[in-house]
Nanobody, 128 residues
Framework: QVQLVESGGGLVQAGGSLRLSCASSGRTFSLSTMGWFRQAPGKEREFVAAIRWNGDGTYYADAVKGRFTVSRDNAKNSVTVYLQMNSLKPEDTADYYC???????????????????WGQGTQVTVSS
């Protein structure tokens, strides 16, 4: 059974930092694009960041560029993806989802329909 499991969410004050992790299991994602999306209450799920299979390419949403950093660890049998979030703002409050499998294209990674696998999400709350 393929699983993506996010962790690291929580409550943080504005200006603070959090590091999200996404652990994969059930198949290898070492050749897969990995990404992060978020969904705030009452809003649609939106793209946050994506990283190429070998880590040498990244995309970011304009809203997080310069504050968030996506990275990955391609271990032999398991891939873990990270999202380091700095200078957090109240508008970053959302459920954050890990995703896997989109084509490595700027338009594809930004679309929720292009991803093959999704995690269950982890909640991030930024207080003002």
């Amino acid at each position: 059974q393929v699983q993506l499991v996010e962790s690291g969410g929580g409550l943080v004050q504005a200006g603070g930092s959090l590091r999200l992790s996404c652990a994969s299991s059930g198949r290898t994602f070492s050749l897969s694009t990995m990404g992060w999306f978020r969904q705030a209450p009452g809003k649609e799920r939106e793209f946050v960041a994506a990283i190429r299979w070998n880590g040498d390419g990244t995309y970011y949403a304009d809203a997080v560029k310069g504050r968030f950093t996506v990275s990955r660890d391609n271990a032999k049998n398991s891939v873990t993806v990270y999202l380091q979030m700095n200078s957090l703002k109240p508008e970053d409050t959302a459920d954050y989802y890990c995703a896997a499998g989109a084509p490595w294209l700027a338009s594809s990674v930004r679309s929720t329909t292009e991803w093959d696998y999704w995690g269950q999400g982890t909640q991030v709350t930024v207080s003002s």
